[in-house]
T-cell receptor
Framework: DAGVTQSPTHLIKTRGQQVTLRCSPKSGHDTVSWYQQALGQGPQFIFQ???????QRGNFPDRFSGHQFPNYSSELNVNALLLGDSALYLC??????????????FGEGSRLTVL | DAKTTQPPSMDCAEGRAANLPCNHS???????VYWYRQIHSQGPQYIIH???NNETNEMASLIITEDRKSSTLILPHATLRDTAVYYCIVKANFGNEKLTFGTGTRLTIIP
């Protein structure tokens, strides 16, 4: 049973560029959440997708956008990259209605470095 | 979601029980206590959660005080692989699934 998979694992961009990160949820899961983790900090919630719609959003600017596809996979897009966007980006999946909404399954993350 | 307070770091000898405390004095009646851990360079991993009764699974035990204002995660026989950052999170078990992470406790298992 495949867990949450993310790609790419590492990438380097320059300021002003755009980046797309991808996530495939755990088999059977229908909800995907994205988190940003800066060095030495805990993960911070960016947004969550369910039924191909953004259902909840954290305190992140509109430069951060996402998408969920019919197969439940998801993309995170960041435009006009800033140095401060350098972080580990984590994808987490879950199943709506399972009654344990705090039990998320995380991927290994995509480490983005902005130069 | 209620805020949690954890010590920044702890050490524990290999083979001993590791007891990680968490304060959540503003917890509401419908909020659960969740524990996650993050091993270096990996994504967070769910450990256990509970409402008011003590809970145990194959990974750990969770002890919640009667007033629910604090809890302790217990790793009964710590191994070197338990070295990680441990996060205590409080959230309601319905509605949004957003987890609010603090900075956690960095647990180091000493050989």
């Amino acid at each position: 049973d495949a867990g949450v998979t993310q790609s790419p694992t590492h990438l380097i961009k320059t300021r002003g560029q755009q980046v797309t990160l991808r996530c495939s949820p755990k088999s059977g899961h229908d909800t995907v959440s994205w988190y940003q983790q800066a060095l030495g900090q805990g993960p911070q919630f960016i947004f969550q997708y369910y039924e191909e719609e953004e259902r909840q959003r954290g305190n992140f600017p509109d430069r951060f956008s996402g998408h969920q596809f019919p197969n439940y996979s998801s993309e995170l897009n960041v435009n006009a990259l800033l140095l401060g966007d350098s972080a580990l980006y984590l994808c987490a999946s879950s199943l709506v209605g399972q009654g344990r909404t705090g039990e998320l399954f995380f991927g290994e993350g995509s480490r983005l470095t902005v130069l | 979601d209620a805020k949690t307070t954890q010590p920044p770091s702890m050490d524990c000898a290999e083979g001993r029980a590791a007891n990680l405390p968490c304060n959540h004095s503003t917890i509401s009646g419908n909020e659960y206590v969740y524990w996650y851990r993050q091993i270096h360079s990996q994504g967070p991993q769910y450990i256990i959660h509970g409402l008011k009764n003590n809970e145990t699974n194959e990974m750990a035990s969770l002890i919640i005080t009667e007033d629910r204002k604090s809890s302790t995660l217990i790793l009964p026989h710590a191994t070197l692989r338990d070295t990680a950052v441990y996060y205590c999170i409080v959230k309601a078990n319905f509605g949004n699934e957003k987890l609010t992470f603090g900075t956690g406790t960095r647990l180091t298992i000493i050989p």
